[in-house]
């Protein structure tokens, strides 16, 4: 609860115009709300500067159909859902109005900024790393930034990847998206001179230990510049690098 | 090797300054040193707007010393020596200027940056880890940032972190340090507005498996614009922080 | 074998009232049933002051109808179905009465007890967490026990926990209940002077290992007063719940 | 913060006592000091009912020194330093008068509490875990709690635990400690009915995996009313066993 | 290859019986088919006392049938085929006589063995122990032993297994058998005064890794003389256990 | 980038015969087409004296025929495709001509070498392990080798790898694959004097750990001259093995 | 505790020569000692046929020496001390007559048995596996058994074991013990027709993990009548290969 | 044992210059010899065409010495002793003659080979991985091979790595070691058409896991004709590649 608010309570206590007992409760109301199953965030966007997001794995579309309705009515504009599968969307779309991207699993409800800035690069290892590159990068695009896709530029064929030195060069943030031995994002630290965000997948197959050897490799990226979000966290990646991209607006 | 370069050289080839096979040399000319030991990488201030750091630990002293001449002697106004020992940094600072900071374990040779820009909050959960927070702190200082440090503010008693919600409302970064349950992003992000960088310290015992417990809860942190980088690694948390704060310049 | 049932059996032969052969018998005769597939527990209400409780996931519906009766034949008033599915359930419930909650997956042979005391808290994380929220509800409100449920009070969005600080510190005990990074149970210890049992749950993915990453960090807790079981052990959090919640009596 | 702290403010606030900006001020406030290293909690002996703990393993002899005089100054009256190296306890001994147990490696600074209450029963498998054992059975003594030691009881001569059950049965709460297999929380949690608070213990070598097996042991145990606390952390069972046991005053 | 047959051949050489290129022929001369995806061992009998196995798991019914005829056309008297699931069973029943044990997942081809001897114990944790329990039972049984079935005696109910004191007295060799804390095998070793051979099974859920921490918690037992197999190897425990019976033959 | 292409394209700069900007697009020119969802890579056959390869697994259909026809329409003879489900091979063959091998999943477009030499032994431990060795064979006939089959020559039974001294003598390099216990590797180390790659199988149960402990018990052979790939990576030991076999061409 | 004890004790009470209270106390009376530190069992040779053995490793000479003297006080002919160092063998043999074995780290208080009987071979891979083999073997004989030593026999040179068939083939039962790959027990489990006790030890390097992967091969043994014991117990070993060796008796 | 060497004792027989039981004890004879605590191959140059290693770490320097004089007493003309720490050195070098490589902690004894053939590339990461790469550089030169060394090349500076395309191209084997994220044995593996045998080092901190994560990286490079060998294993990389690099000859 930032100091404005409560200063604000204190004066019109202080006035006379708030009694106590209503000023407790002032203090005390909740910037959410209670459907029972969930507290939707209505005050986010004011707190945080972006939307509210729908984990959608967890819950069932009557659910991600209420908490849609219910933000929505607190002046949300756009609703994000991931991780949704094409029966739910199907099953949500009935009730709301819903723009679904089957290969991110991303739902999207209302309508998407139509100003967007900056230049996020995403990069991936290898066709199979797709979803998750689609999960950040419709997100990137619902946070209101520029996305260049480079897909397909693995380490293990390195011409590929230095062939779009240029791109990299330009971005303002990276995000780097690998399974397997998850080496992309080391490599593409050591070119560029912006953040990486490295988003391990679970592609692979023994001993990848369904993303885990991905992961393990990008934290232990001997190029500078380079953090790390959950295995298949293409949604996280993107949050975080939308907040990145905005910086100094 | 950027366009431009490329573009000068076959400029001179084609003007006839320049013969084939100087031109052969020049595109594969290094830009960067060989020590035998080592090839410092004279470049990479040009390449990526900062110093050359020195990872101090798999090196002897003399290594040390060496690449630091070198570096310096290519134009390196700062050279950042991390994981330095007591003792090598002894033997160092004889041969070399150093200010060393035993807490962070860091040696810096040259001058410190003048000029300091943004904020970088740095939250510690508890007294034990001011060593990561201290590497961090020096190094963020060293790339020419601000730095509010918040310690042993951990989320076992939440009022401490409540207490200076301000600073972490306005943070431009965050470096989130915390060992055992490593809690604290998490929480620092659900109520901040900026990117967390989360480190995970090897502080703790028993089925803390010195920093797993922290790393693998950061990486599950549900609160967004959350990013993980390796076990007490401060120096890659700081460095990535100063590239997020000075982004616009 | 408790001390006074030796001394009835050691009295008898002394007076002659029973043979040798009879007491050796008496002392080896078991409190417990055979089935065959098992053998259940006849006296642990006496013994140990609850109901006998039928894990159900291992079992046949034949199995645990079996079980069921035998302990009710016994004069067991209440059993509990744990990790029954809605399928199991439909085939029990045509042998015996059964009131079957779907979310917590338990049936309840035979009456709920009438009177309920104290004060178990049961917060989760968020709404994925449910199932295991309610199996632990309904475990402890049958056995005898009154349930303040506090659900989706993660940490990530520490203001909707703080808005229950007062169920929190008027609570006998309180069942925390968490996936991802399991932050939620350090928080809650922070802010509450009762025991705390936590329980992570498998929800979650990536790094999150099936609820391992919770586990650990819940073990970790830098809070005091807390103690973990098992991933998803919602019943086994409530029974230890319980036996806190009923000391005194 | 409670709601009889905030009521009171605003009330002063409404009365005209307390200017606005004073009652910003004291709802900010930090029922904590701030001596730089560290944030020591001086109301959470009102808060939590307990008095504050210095974990000693991560500490200088200065920066515990310096953190028990503060408590103290604030009205502490028993200070109990944990995991405290015998040299350090020396040079702490010097500034502070000291109660040194080794075995546990507790310090204890002030008085200890005349009266003790209940039944808490401490049983270990081995000799081997007596250190851990006498962490627990220290705390819980100064935590105002009478201890029944049960040493060396371990499963694999069942015949030694059974010839206690007595104890076990009449115990308000049970701290079962135990390294290797980890199966003494088990059987003994088959025995009694009262929450075992179980603790894995580091000792073993080979597959014991520094305690990891015990732990994993105990939190698949069988009986139900056992929850676990990490490796070797006797004080944890011990504070969360004296929250039970005093549990109705 | 024995002595003996060497000593024949090369004999048979120095008689003159046998030329140097038939001898070299019959050194190499396997003892063994090549049934192209197999090669059964046809001495296996002679060689270790026992007959051939067949694992099924990884084999079709057809190769499964190969096989066996193979084996019995080589005087292979009974055939024991584990892992044999329901469906595969059927058909090769269609094709060689076959006695097939659906809770063990056993089939046996031929006749079994009219006499056995000696007396294995089989005890359980509890009731899901149970198809890991037949395999091992049935095996024992197919390779000449007597078995007392000892199910549902895990040791959160310590008097259910205290129950049988006498049978474990009396038992040649024990097999025990256990999932979740895997506790089962050190109590049971502490009692009994014969090799134990203890098999963790994956039954249990969380933290009990599909029957690891049973393994470790057996690895780690305290009571000498126990041993392990691999998780859920019924036929491995049953197999040594009836060479143990059998010694002295 | 080799140094002839980039010599060959300075030349025509300097002679005239190619502008600067042509110059630099020629530089820049990628080996590789653009598929959007693939890059492949036209001229690995050139570079690395081998064919391309489609790991089928994370790929469709309609990817597959794509990168197919890409391939051989930029000259390939040959096109491997591995990991390929039967149902995506049905329909992969009705757009192009493709021989499908079922139980090794591998589809091959285009005509196979007329011309092979050389001679890699492959082993395997059983019959369960069919699958990975004829990915690797069929791999290894494709690349142009002669293959000897040696399967189910286990450990557990030496007198059968025994009875194959000579093929395993008389190698130029082999490929031993096995699961369960991994040793095939080391024992054949200890016997041939070519190199061995071993492949550890996800074959067994319990604590085989889907090929994680015949990966570490490979890695850790005693036998000097033993590398290891990935589980299941049957593909990559006879790529390996090709290079090697061809060695001196 | 036994069927014949409980019934001369309820005769004894029949016959009135034991009052009712004193048949409880004699029930109850332990047959162990309370050293404080310690319960020495006084008992197990009677009820296990073997000597108590002291497990050094976490024990101080002078608990050591009390357990020693207790037991030898109560009848105990030899006494045995695992994992004893050299340093507190010393001063354990001032105070009781001892005869120290380094290499396996063992001492022996009392006389030997002067009889031994079978035949136990103990194998080892390599020459740093000695340690443990010698654990095995003096404990081994301290309980009255034959042993014969083959060390350094490791599959990488499957000739030097297979010289030795002549011994494996007559062993009533095998010791094999092997660190890095752990295959030799496979091997000799193929060879023999007798149980075999596998030994991981904690020989290796690099991802060995300190035996695990000997431990987990082991394990995953494809030879029967292969179980397995602790990383490093060669003492568990011996215990068990006794019990099996004095079978019949 | 080879065919050749069977026939000829076979026609021994045959002619009768052999008496069975001679030939029985020819068979038997081992190429091995027997010092008690080892069994030093003196056929394997035969067997295999390299010298006999000694494995120095677990073995004491009197050991060392036995098997050294013994190995060249029966012809050997180079003895390696590899991981042999500089005291142990000094010892041996006492009574041997031993060129001793302190950086990689390798003893020569006796004459290096005159000849060295082909051309195998070592290339590391960092500085830190010189120990391991010089224990492969020596290795390869003593078993008569050519090495280019190419340090410090690590793929966080790319263009490092690319300055040595040439090298990388013309190299008939190359070894590639790495810690930390061991991504360069997967670049190398893109650019190189030879055999690639990678090493991870334990080289790094936190999450490399002295090793693990550059081990599993490489395990699942997206490189063909990468394989693998233990974390730290310089001496069986040389040795495999050694093996390559002489093929044909």
Same mark, same amino acid.
């Given at each position: 609860?930032? =100091? ?19 000023? @407790? ?18 005050? =986010?966007?004011? =707190?945080?500067?972006?939307s509210?997001? @729908? ?5 069932? &579309?009557?659910?991600? +159909? ?6 929505m009515?607190?002046?949300q504009k756009t609703v994000? +859902? ?6 739910? /969307? ?7 109005p ?7 699993? +991303?739902?999207i409800a209302g309508s998407l ?22 999960? /950040? ?11 260049? =896709? ?7 064929? +390195? ?14 943030? @990276?995000?780097?998206? /690998? ?5 992309? &994002? ?11 965000? /490295? ?51």
């Amino acid at each position: 609860m930032e =100091r404005g608010e409560i200063e604000k309570i204190l004066q019109s206590v202080a006035s006379g115009e708030l009694s106590v007992s209503d000023a @407790i409760l002032a203090v005390k109301s909740e910037p959410f709300g209670d459907l029972g199953y969930a507290k939707p965030d209505y005050h =986010r966007a004011v =707190r945080q500067g972006v939307s509210e997001v @729908i984990y959608g794995a967890g819950k069932t &579309a009557q659910q991600i +159909i209420g908490i849609s309705k219910s933000l929505m009515e607190h002046g949300q504009k756009t609703v994000l +859902i991931t991780r949704l599968d094409k029966e739910k /969307a199907d099953e949500v779309g009935k009730s709301i109005p819903l723009d679904y991207r089957e290969i991110g699993k +991303i739902g999207i409800a209302g309508s998407l900024p139509t100003e967007r800035k900056g230049n996020i690069v995403i990069a991936t290892g290898g066709t199979s790393d797709l979803p998750v590159a689609e999960e /950040a990068a419709i997100t990137a695009e619902a946070l209101g930034n520029n996305v260049v =896709r480079l897909y397909d530029v693995g380490v293990s064929g +390195i011409h590929r990847l230095l062939a779009h030195t240029e791109e990299i060069m330009s971005a303002k943030v @990276i995000i780097a998206i /690998a399974g397997m031995e998850g080496a992309l &994002a080391g490599v593409i630290g050591g070119l560029a001179d912006c953040p990486i965000i /490295a988003v391990p997948t679970s592609v692979g197959y023994g001993a990848s230990f369904g993303g885990v050897t991905a992961l393990l490799s990008m934290l232990n990226s001997c190029a500078s510049g380079v953090s790390v979000v959950n295995i298949d966290n293409g949604f996280g990646a993107a949050y975080q690098a939308s907040m990145i991209n905005h910086i100094g607006e």
